[in-house]
């Protein structure tokens, strides 16, 4: 079993930064690939960043392309999103997830693949 913990999210202003962390408890975190989903209400869960087990591989969903960076300390168990250049669209309720399948290179986007979640962190941004 695998615990995932966010911290982080917050207020902030339009054009404002913050950087989203995910504390894994186990043993096996280098070996699982790991995502970041944001929620916002009344809408569905969606991918916002994966990055998989060595951090070598990553995604971005295209409206987050250049403003944020996803990853991973694999000695520290943790992986992060670094958020620049928020917009008042990117509030919403921010989840990691962790992918347990050791079979996979490239980082998967699908919220079914994805085996273990956090609780989730609200980001709010302001305009």
């Known amino acids: 079993q695998v615990q995932l913990v966010e911290s982080g999210g917050g207020l902030v202003q339009a054009g404002g930064s913050l950087r989203l962390s995910c504390a894994a408890s186990?043993?096996?975190?280098?070996?699982?690939?790991m995502g970041w989903f944001r929620q916002a209400p009344g809408k569905e869960r969606d991918i916002v960043a994966a990055i998989n087990w060595s951090g070598g591989n990553t995604y971005y969903t295209d409206s987050v392309k250049g403003r944020f960076t996803i990853s991973r300390d694999n000695a520290k168990n943790t992986v992060f999103l670094q958020m620049n250049s928020l917009k008042p669209e990117d509030t919403a309720v921010y989840y990691c997830?962790?992918?347990?399948?050791?079979?996979?290179?490239?980082?998967?986007?699908?919220?079914?693949?994805?085996?273990?979640w956090g609780q989730g962190t609200q980001v709010t941004v302001s305009s």
């Open positions: 997830a962790a992918d347990a399948d050791v079979r996979r290179w490239a980082p998967t986007t699908r919220l079914y693949d994805y085996d273990y």
């Open positions: 186990g043993r096996t975190f280098s070996t699982y690939g």
